[in-house]
Each structure stands twice: as C-alpha cells, then as structure tokens.
C-alpha cells in the first residue's frame, strides 16, 4: 500500500536502519492541497489531517481525578491514532444517543483498533472535526459498550448495546466512569505494544 493510502500523507526516514515516520508540515500539505484542483475528498482528508496535527500539539494538562488517561496517554494515544489509525463515520444509531451529532448524523473520526491481551475487540478514536470528544469502545462476545468521553477521562455518557444494535440501555456519566476506567486501563496497559505496530501502508 502506497504511502497516504489510509489518508496520511507520510515521509519515511531511514537512519542507522531504524524506520521513522514524519509528518507533512501544514505548509507542505497546504500546498499539496493547491496542486490537487477539485479533489474533494483528498482535500477533506488532507483538512482532518491538520486538525489532529493541531490536536496532538495542544497541551492536555487536565486529567480527571484518579483516571487511568493521563495527559501523557492521551498525547500517545493521539499521536498512534494519527500515524496508524484509519478514517470512518460513527452511524447515527450510536452518534445521536451519545449526543455526539445533531439528529440523522454521523460523527466522523479516526480510530485505532487493538485486541492485543485479550480476545476482545477494542476501539479508541478521537473527532475529525474540531471537538474535543473521544470515543471508546469495546466489542464482547454478547455486547458492546460504547463510552463518549472528555479528553481528560472523565465519562459524559455510554451505551450498552447487543451485537445487532436493537436493544440499547443508556448509562449515566456515574455508572459509566467505572467501566470507562477498566476500559481506558486497557489502552494504558498496552500502548507500548502499540506504538510498535506497523503502519498501515507496511501490512
């Protein structure tokens, strides 16, 4: 897969055989941009690029008390969404009970995906666009729960949900903080295994 194939345009560096992956600068991309004349959907990926180069270099100095996302995981955490993660939409069976977007929208993201300690299926993404949400999930053999969270960990609501999405329960931001913990406590565990992966064009 060429580089730029999952929607980051990337420079690659080989020193002493060691890989490095190196993001455009906003002013490459903007000129990238220039020179694509009516490519739309390049543009608008090029646009979320920007957003959450911008993102991963904002201080995240707030933490919420006691949680497992430390402003250290969450600049990690950005960091392996933005060089390995893929692009999607979250469907408006999920986005609008979480009160991510207006009725009958999606809520676009990038997300990276891991099972790397267990046999479930494990999700962290992070907004597209300029909000400052983030979104954890995890898949169980009978369920999913799906946590909408602030950047400092503290959970603003979840759902639980059968595999099929026809039954959902909606949990509060206080029966919610424990289980997001347990899940966040995952992604700690398990991110320097991650950040070893490789990126999506080397699979």
Not at 168 to 186: C, G, I, V, Y
Request: hydrophobic share 40%; aromatic share 6%; net charge neutral.
């Amino acid at each position: 897969m060429p580089d730029g194939a999952s929607g980051l345009p990337m420079s690659r560096l080989n020193v002493s055989g060691v890989r490095y992956w190196h993001l455009w600068s906003e002013a490459d991309i903007q000129r990238c941009a220039q020179s694509l004349e009516g490519n739309i959907d390049m543009i608008s990926r090029l646009a979320s690029l920007v957003v959450l180069m911008t993102l991963m270099l904002a201080p995240t100095s707030l933490q919420a008390q006691n949680s497992p996302l430390t402003p250290e995981l969450m600049r990690r955490m950005l960091q392996v969404i933005t060089l390995k993660g893929n692009d999607g939409n979250v469907g408006t069976g999920i986005a609008n009970p979480l009160g991510l977007s207006a009725t009958g929208q999606r809520w676009p993201w990038r997300r990276i995906g891991s099972n790397a300690t267990d046999k479930l299926v494990h999700v962290f993404g992070v907004s597209r666009g300029p909000d400052q949400d983030i979104v954890v999930y995890v898949r169980r053999p009978t369920d999913l729960v799906i946590f909408r969270a602030n950047r400092d960990g503290k959970a603003v609501t979840a759902l639980i949900s059968n595999t099929q999405l026809t039954e959902t329960t909606m949990l509060s931001p206080a029966d919610a903080q424990e289980k997001l913990d347990f899940e966040l406590r995952f992604w700690a565990k398990n991110i320097d295994a991650i950040e070893t992966m490789p990126a999506p064009d080397q699979r």
